[in-house]
């Protein structure tokens, strides 16, 4: 199921749009997702305040908005642009890869509140592929 | 040391891992059927907050169904293109356009929906409530239980995409775990 040329175009099309608004997303999809699965709050116990819109939440959202922001500009070859954040992911951060799958799921659910009309069902299988792609990418070092 | 074992055909009333300790508790007579906090549960209730009960009664409620139903059915045969293996005979699935416009689609979709309509009236009981339904898709349908999953993702998206800022956080964590205890219910009967 890899990214066709549709999808590229897809994703890049809508993610002019996200961009705009990259950091309130980002805050608003980490947060929905410490509060839909809470087994998620596990990886920030390091934060003093896991509340959803606090700043350590808010400034994290921002971070993962910018990874993917980056995915969007190396989406023809995910493995090799993606390739430092995964050695990241896989020897320091060790989050357990279905957790990609949770993340994504919320920021997909995020988009269809903020985007509800720009957030086709073509949008919607465009970026459930790259956000799988991007996983896959990130996977890449941890074994 | 007491030993734990991962019991295979263990009771759905006991801890995975806790269910010999359970046992030898109870055997001592600690009481009734206890869950690896030792307090007691009737082995077939979901437990719902109020805030859950209102939430999925309010959601229901203000449903356009004829919008959402074949919406999230148009957008689940789009998403996961695998699934329309069960729409042979729906005509025209070549293209999301197509999909989207097919009136058959249209018309299962509000059927599905409105078969959710008997687990937000018995949420105490959902897993007879859907205990024949669970043949159906089984026996006759026969679907792979993984689809229901793939559904519920696209009707929780429809609905997000309908209640905006109002589907915060609690509101779709209340939303998945009602459409998780459906789906749940529905592939119970499998074999």
Same mark, same amino acid.
């Given at each position: 199921?890899?990214?066709?040329?549709?999808?590229?175009?897809?994703?890049?099309? $809508?993610?002019?749009?996200?961009?705009?608004? +990259? &950091?309130?997303?980002?805050?608003?999809?980490?947060?929905?997702?410490?509060?839909?699965?809470?087994?998620?709050?596990?990886?920030?116990?390091?934060?003093? &305040?896991?509340?959803?819109?606090?700043?350590?939440?808010?400034?994290?959202?921002?971070?993962?908005?910018?990874?993917?922001?980056? +995915?969007?500009?190396?989406?023809?070859?995910?493995?090799?642009? $993606?390739?430092?954040?995964? !050695?990241?992911?896989?020897?320091? $951060?060790?989050?357990?890869?279905?957790?990609?799958?949770? =993340?994504?799921?919320?920021?997909?659910?995020?988009?269809?509140?903020?985007?509800?009309k720009?957030f086709?069902?073509? !949008?919607? =299988?465009?970026? &459930?592929?790259?956000?799988?792609?991007?996983?896959?990418? $990130?996977?890449?070092?941890?074994? | 040391?007491?030993?734990?074992?991962?019991?295979?055909?263990?009771?759905?009333?006991?801890?995975?891992?806790?269910?010999?300790?359970?046992?030898?508790?109870?055997?001592?007579?600690?009481?009734?059927?206890?869950?690896?906090?030792?307090?007691?549960?009737?082995?077939?209730?979901?437990?719902?907050?109020?805030?859950?009960?209102?939430?999925?009664?309010?959601?229901?409620s203000?449903?356009?169904?004829?919008?959402?139903?074949p919406?999230?059915?148009?957008?689940?045969?789009?998403?996961?293109?695998?699934?329309?293996?069960?729409?042979?005979?729906?005509?025209?699935?070549?293209?999301?356009?197509?999909?989207?416009?097919?009136?058959?689609?249209?018309?299962?979709?509000?059927t599905?929906?409105?078969?959710?309509?008997?687990?937000?009236?018995?949420?105490?009981?959902?897993?007879?409530?859907?205990?024949?339904?669970?043949?159906?898709?089984?026996?006759?349908?026969?679907?792979?239980?993984?689809?229901?999953?793939?559904?519920?993702?696209?009707?929780?998206?429809?609905?997000?995409?309908?209640l905006?800022?109002?589907?915060?956080?609690e509101?779709?964590?209340?939303?998945?775990?009602?459409?998780? /205890? /459906?789906?749940?219910?529905?592939?119970?009967?499998?074999?």
């Amino acid at each position: 199921m890899s990214l066709n040329s549709k999808d590229k175009a897809a994703v890049k099309a $809508l993610w002019g749009k996200i961009a705009k608004s +990259a &950091d309130v997303i980002g805050s608003e999809a980490l947060s929905r997702m410490l509060v839909v699965y809470p087994q998620t709050k596990t990886y920030f116990t390091h934060w003093p &305040d896991m509340s959803p819109g606090s700043e350590p939440v808010k400034a994290h959202g921002k971070k993962v908005m910018g990874g993917l922001g980056l +995915a969007v500009s190396k989406i023809d070859d995910l493995t090799t642009g $993606l390739m430092e954040l995964s !050695e990241k992911h896989a020897f320091t $951060l060790r989050v357990d890869p279905s957790n990609f799958k949770i =993340l994504s799921h919320c920021i997909l659910v995020e988009l269809a509140t903020i985007f509800p009309k720009e957030f086709t069902p073509e !949008e919607h =299988l465009s970026y &459930d592929k790259f956000f799988a792609a991007v996983g896959l990418a $990130l996977s890449e070092k941890y074994r | 040391m007491t030993q734990y074992t991962l019991q295979a055909h263990r009771p759905s009333n006991r801890c995975l891992w806790e269910g010999r300790r359970v046992a030898l508790k109870v055997a001592s007579g600690a009481g009734d059927l206890q869950t690896c906090t030792g307090k007691p549960r009737d082995s077939k209730m979901v437990e719902w907050t109020d805030f859950e009960r209102a939430t999925i009664v309010d959601i229901f409620s203000k449903m356009q169904y004829e919008v959402v139903g074949p919406a999230a059915l148009a957008r689940c045969l789009i998403v996961y293109p695998w699934t329309q293996r069960y729409f042979g005979n729906f005509g025209n699935l070549y293209n999301a356009a197509a999909i989207s416009g097919n009136p058959m689609v249209a018309k299962h979709g509000t059927t599905i929906l409105h078969g959710l309509d008997r687990a937000v009236k018995n949420m105490d009981n959902i897993k007879a409530t859907y205990a024949e339904l669970s043949v159906l898709h089984s026996e006759k349908l026969h679907v792979d239980p993984d689809n229901f999953k793939l559904l519920s993702d696209c009707l929780t998206i429809v609905v997000a995409a309908q209640l905006g800022k109002d589907f915060t956080g609690e509101v779709q964590a209340a939303f998945q775990k009602f459409l998780a /205890v /459906v789906v749940s219910a529905l592939g119970r009967q499998y074999h």
